[in-house]
C-alpha cells in the first residue's frame, strides 16, 4: 500500500506563493490531482497560487523551471500510465530527473505529484477522487508546502528555535 506511513502534517502556509502547474493527459484523473491541491493550499491558508496547465508530464519541468524563481514552492502534477512501448520509462524518467533538478537547483520546493502507473484503474484509485484510495495532488501540495516552510526556518539566523511541519525540533 503506497500511502502507509504517510506522515500526518499541519502546516499554515499563510503568505506563501505557491505555482501549481498540471499536465493535460487523462483529464479526470488529472482533474481530481487539482482539486486535490486546491484543497490542500486552501486548508494551509495559501492564498497565493498561480495555477499553469501544460501538455503532459513531459513538460512539467520546463514550466516549473520558469515558474520557481517566482514563488516559494511548486507543485508538479501530472500521470503517465504504462503503455506496451518503453515511452513510459523515458517520460517518468525526464519528469521525475528534470523536477529534481529544479528543486535542488532553485533552492524551491517542487512538490512532487506525478502519478506512475501500471494502469488507469491505479491512477484513478490516487487521484483523490470520490472513492479513491490515495489523494496524491493533496500530498504533493502539503508537502511542497511544509518544505517551503522548513526551507523559511532553515533561513532564519542560529541560535533561534528551529521548527517543522511536524513539531519542534526532531
Request: aromatic share 4%.
Amino acid at each position: 500500500m503506497s500511502g502507509h506511513g504517510a506522515p500526518t502534517l499541519a502546516v499554515d502556509g499563510g503568505g506563501l506563493r505557491v505555482a501549481v502547474v498540471a499536465a493535460s493527459w487523462h483529464e479526470v484523473v488529472m482533474d481530481g490531482l487539482v482539486d486535490g491541491a486546491r484543497r490542500a493550499l486552501t486548508a494551509a491558508g495559501v492564498t497565493d497560487v498561480r495555477w499553469v496547465r501544460v501538455p503532459g508530464s513531459f513538460e512539467l519541468p520546463v514550466a516549473a523551471a520558469r515558474l520557481a524563481p517566482t514563488v516559494d514552492a511548486v507543485v508538479a502534477l501530472g500521470v503517465v500510465i504504462r503503455g506496451g512501448t518503453p515511452h513510459f520509462d523515458y517520460v517518468c524518467q525526464a519528469a521525475t530527473v528534470g523536477l529534481t533538478d529544479v528543486s535542488v537547483r532553485t533552492g524551491v520546493p517542487v512538490g512532487f505529484g506525478v502519478l506512475t502507473c501500471d494502469d488507469d484503474a491505479q491512477a484513478l484509485d490516487r487521484a483523490g477522487l470520490p472513492g479513491s484510495s490515495e489523494d496524491k495532488g493533496f500530498e504533493a501540495a502539503q508537502a511542497a508546502v511544509a518544505t517551503a516552510l522548513t526551507l523559511r526556518d532553515l533561513a532564519r539566523p542560529v541560535g533561534g528555535t528551529a521548527t517543522s511541519p511536524t513539531g519542534p525540533g526532531l
